[in-house]
């Protein structure tokens, strides 16, 4: 079920309305048929004192289903307000990746009530996910799934399906092993329901089965989703036995993290995991601060390169004019070029190998557009500065700076473009050099640039 901004907000005032003269039958009724992920939403725009209410009011299986939905400081009060049999009961809801997900993002004394209540084998299975290093693809994998030994038929298969089937996280797709669960093959539900009951699995199952490694980073298994458009996929560890399954939804998870925290990089933020809203005005500052006090050093080569050719600018005081956009040029071809690769590399389109093709490339855009922008600003220049706000413009001063905005253009495009492949390679996160760094570098040399065509051309 889909609702408009308009719903959302009708519902919400008549959940506020229920629950202020405590009509809890009512409030009950209102958002029982709306989606988990969707009640997840009107809960956090309800007062944070009648969450615990509006939960208790669900039942079992959809208060399970709007927990995963809920933001880490929403549940971990949840949580503390839990007596043990409800702690209980919606961790025996939850599928394992979900709890899993859930217990990285609670603080060491929740964890420990999360594990003292979980069932011995929910508890054994967690702490093994836990074990994977953090940006693993094991430690996103849910163990459970349904696997088929090769020499089941069909009717096997169905039966195991019915017994077990309600508490998998999906159906959909059951991968096929032999007795030492190293994996074979796979075979779709479709295909069990089609096929003869004697069919064995080894007859209908396909063996050309792509699976991720449980060391694999996540982010490049979850590309293998978007790449081979997979709902599931299987992990297995280093002998090929399966030992998990990565789920579409968690793969998408991934995707919007690695892009969120890739963007927070790109604007020299420290990346945050939480919502904007939900982020602390202190933590704000922390995540900006140090790359602010970073790049607000860095900037100081700008100043002293000015500061070397005060004795030009006083010679020719129209040159400080045209300082901020040969610089803001320069910037702005860096980052085009930089955001241009960084997103290749994220879609491993670049490599290392592929440096010299992009250079190549970038060159030539370079010539062309710094040509069409010293051609257009030239004429700017004589016509509108001139003529219009009669700045005293001669035809030399307009040559150093259209010159200066070709070479600028040209050195942007070469470090915005190798910057974020050298540091992919060095082992450095290519976001690392997007904007801000390229934009300093940029500035320092476009000023070199401009300062050595003055002195060459106005003789100063």
């Not at 997979?230 to 690695?258: Q, S």
């Not at 400080?320 to 040969?326: E, F, R, S, V």
Request: hydrophobic share 45%; charged share 25%.
């Amino acid at each position: 079920m889909t609702y408009q901004k308009e719903s959302f907000e009708n519902l919400i005032e008549r959940m506020e309305t229920y629950l202020s003269e405590k009509r809890y039958v009512e409030a009950r009724e209102t958002i029982i048929d709306v989606e988990p992920v969707d009640i997840a939403f009107i809960m956090e725009s309800l007062p944070e004192d009648t969450i615990p209410i509006v939960f208790r009011l669900l039942p079992k299986e959809l208060a399970a289903e709007v927990f995963v939905e809920l933001e880490a400081d929403s549940q971990e009060d949840l949580i503390k307000g839990f007596s043990k049999s409800e702690l209980k009961e919606v961790l025996d809801e939850l599928y394992l990746d979900d709890a899993v997900d859930i217990i990285e993002e609670m603080p060491a004394n929740v964890v420990r009530r999360i594990l003292a209540t979980a069932d011995p084998e929910t508890r054994t299975n967690i702490n093994n996910i836990l074990q994977y290093p953090e940006d693993s693809t094991g430690s996103i994998m849910t163990t459970e799934y349904i696997d088929l030994k090769i020499t089941m038929t069909v009717e096997d298969a169905l039966k195991k399906i019915r017994r077990v089937g309600q508490d998998m996280e999906t159906i959909n797709v059951m991968y096929v092993v032999d007795a030492d669960r190293h994996l074979l093959g796979y075979v779709s539900i479709r295909t069990l329901l089609l096929a003869d009951e004697n069919d064995t699995m080894e007859e209908l199952m396909d063996s050309a089965v792509i699976s991720a490694s449980t060391l694999d980073d996540q982010e490049e298994t979850a590309r293998k989703f978007e790449k081979y458009d997979f709902l599931t996929m299987p992990v297995v560890d280093k002998e090929n036995r399966l030992v998990g399954i990565v789920t579409i939804d968690d793969a998408l998870d991934v995707l919007v993290e690695e892009t969120t925290e890739d963007i927070e990089k790109m604007a020299a933020i420290t990346p945050s995991y939480k919502p904007y809203l939900n982020t602390g005005i202190l933590e704000t500052v922390k995540s900006r601060i140090p790359w602010l006090l970073l790049l607000m050093v860095s900037a100081t080569f700008t100043g002293q390169i000015i500061s070397s050719f005060e004795d030009a600018l006083a010679a020719q005081t129209i040159l400080t004019a045209y300082i901020p956009m040969l610089m803001d040029t320069g910037g702005n071809c860096g980052s085009q070029a930089s955001v241009t690769v960084i997103r290749g590399i994220s879609l491993n389109e670049i490599t290392m190998k592929d440096l010299a093709k992009v250079i190549w490339k970038e060159m030539r855009v370079a010539v062309i557009v710094g040509a069409i922008l010293a051609v257009c600003n030239f004429a700017k220049l004589m016509l509108v500065d001139k003529m219009l706000f009669h700045n005293p413009i001669t035809i030399s001063v307009a040559a150093v700076i259209c010159l200066t905005l070709v070479f600028t253009v040209f050195a942007a495009k070469l470090v915005g473009c190798t910057l974020p492949i050298l540091a992919k390679a060095l082992g450095f996160d290519p976001a690392v050099m997007a904007s801000p760094f390229i934009t300093t570098i940029v500035d320092a040399i476009s000023l070199l640039i401009y300062f050595q065509f003055a002195q060459l051309l106005l003789h100063l």
